[in-house]
């Protein structure tokens, strides 16, 4: 949240980073989203998974954002990704 770039400025953004580095490639090259657009949090205010639901709210707008850019290439970072692609993929 802190510097508004998904996988940046903790442990998981310097892993994604070395990964990005290990293949040549720049932020600049790729697109990165989340399959929550709302960064669901505790009450603490710590990050927590998105739940099933939120991950269902967001699925129109995770569909149409992947329509428009039409990547030709869709990774996907975790099991909460996973589930989101799953759920806007063709049947």
């Known amino acids: ?34 399959s929550a657009l709302c960064n669901p949090r505790t009450r603490t205010g710590a990050n927590r998974k998105p739940s099933k639901t939120e991950i269902k709210n967001c699925a129109d707008f995770l569909r149409r954002q992947i329509e428009l850019i039409n990547p030709r290439i869709i990774a996907t970072l975790g099991a909460v990704a996973l589930e989101a692609v799953k759920r806007i993929a063709p049947h």
């Open 1 to 34: 949240d802190r510097t508004r770039k998904p996988f940046f400025g903790d442990k998981s953004g310097a892993n994604f980073q070395l990964l990005l580095d290990s293949v040549n490639l720049r932020r600049e090259e790729i697109f990165i989203t989340n």
